[in-house]
């Protein structure tokens, strides 16, 4: 009888007993799941951390790498402005060596031309010489001719003389071709010079139309 008493108290207490072990081993669980949860939390928290600190890490290496090529290419520029100032020294030494070859051609072209000048005018002054001994030549043989044709025609010294009168005493020459192609009224052609004769009467020599061509009596009032 005590035992059929006492076998439901003893259930009792062994389903209580029962129940406040899994209650403790329940709470446990949920206890060490909910540290776990707070490790796994910590743990991504961590993990997002990680990745950014990762990503910053590579933004860093991203700007060194682009310092890097800005170093290099500002190395680089300062190399072409070394080439580049190398060049314009070299260009500017040959500009002046070009402008002074051109200041020697120059003074050399003008030494060329003041020589040029010089010649032309000995040229032109020896031309002249020569075309005023040949006219003072003409001269003589008119004047030869004009005192043969006075003596064998009995001429009086105020006498003039016609071409047709002094021709045939100059022979075949080109002085008395000249005289002949002649317009009397126009002058008397012959000067090598282009000047125009006059005969003159026997007691003047003949004369030419152009200064300092004239007989040796005629050439100091020419002067």
Not at 38 to 50: P, T
Not at 164 to 178: K, R
């Amino acid at each position: 009888m005590k035992l059929n008493v006492l076998l439901p108290w003893i259930l009792v207490l062994g389903i209580g007993v029962a129940l406040g072990v899994t209650y403790v081993k329940s709470s446990g669980k949920d206890a060490e799941l909910e540290r776990l949860r707070a490790q796994l939390a910590g743990e991504q928290e961590l993990r997002s951390e990680l990745a950014k600190a990762e990503e910053e890490i590579r933004s860093y290496e991203e700007q060194i790498e682009s310092f890097r090529k800005e170093k290099q290419e500002l190395l680089k520029l300062r190399n072409e402005v070394n080439q580049l100032r190398d060049q314009n020294q070299e260009l500017t030494k040959q500009v002046q060596t070009a402008q002074t070859q051109i200041d020697r051609a120059r003074e050399q072209a003008n030494q060329a031309a003041q020589q040029a000048q010089q010649m032309r005018a000995t040229v032109v002054q020896t031309q002249q010489t020569i075309q005023r001994d040949a006219c003072i030549n003409n001269l003589r043989l008119l004047d030869g001719a004009k005192q043969q044709w006075a003596v064998e025609n009995s001429k009086q010294p105020t006498d003039i003389p016609t071409v047709q009168d002094v021709a045939p005493y100059l022979g075949q020459s080109a002085l008395a071709q000249a005289l002949l192609g002649s317009n009397p009224s126009v002058g008397l052609r012959g000067c090598p010079a282009g000047g125009s004769y006059s005969l003159n009467a026997l007691n003047h020599p003949p004369t030419c139309s152009i200064p300092g061509h004239a007989l040796a009596a005629e050439a100091a009032p020419a002067q």
